[in-house]
């Protein structure tokens, strides 16, 4: 089995900044891309940010420049360090990879928990 935990949300304040975690656990023989998507209440789930095998990044607008994403390939985890946090990016954010389990020939698409993060005026 695969798991994707998050960790690192919480309650901040407007300015401040929060730094993410995801551990990719299991029997994994291979992770693609690794991304941050986040749901506001009442809206739909948005991509936030990816970070591909070979590092590459993209962003969403609303979050580029205060946003950066990163992983540690040695521990299948991915990093999302959130600066100048402001009340619009009050969410649940979710941690979502591209991985091929070492029981399997195929890729698959597998999405963690979610984690709360709140951001207050």
């Known amino acids: 089995q695969v798991q994707l935990v998050e960790s690192g949300g919480g309650l901040v304040q407007a300015g401040g900044s929060l730094r993410l975690s995801c551990a990719a656990s299991?029997?994994?023989?291979?992770?693609?891309?690794m991304r941050w998507y986040r749901q506001a209440p009442g809206k739909q789930r948005e991509l936030a940010a990816t970070i591909t095998s070979s590092n590459s990044t993209n962003y969403a607008d609303s979050v580029k420049g205060r946003f950066t994403i990163s992983r540690d390939n040695a521990k299948n985890t991915v990093f999302l360090q959130m600066n100048s946090l402001n009340p619009g990016d009050t969410a649940v954010y979710y941690c979502?990879?591209?991985?091929?389990?070492?029981?399997?020939?195929?890729?698959?698409?597998?999405w963690g928990q979610g984690t709360q993060v709140t951001v207050s005026s």
């Open positions: 979502n990879a591209d991985i091929r389990p070492s029981y399997r020939n195929s890729w698959y698409n597998y």
């Open positions: 299991g029997s994994i023989f291979r992770i693609n891309a």
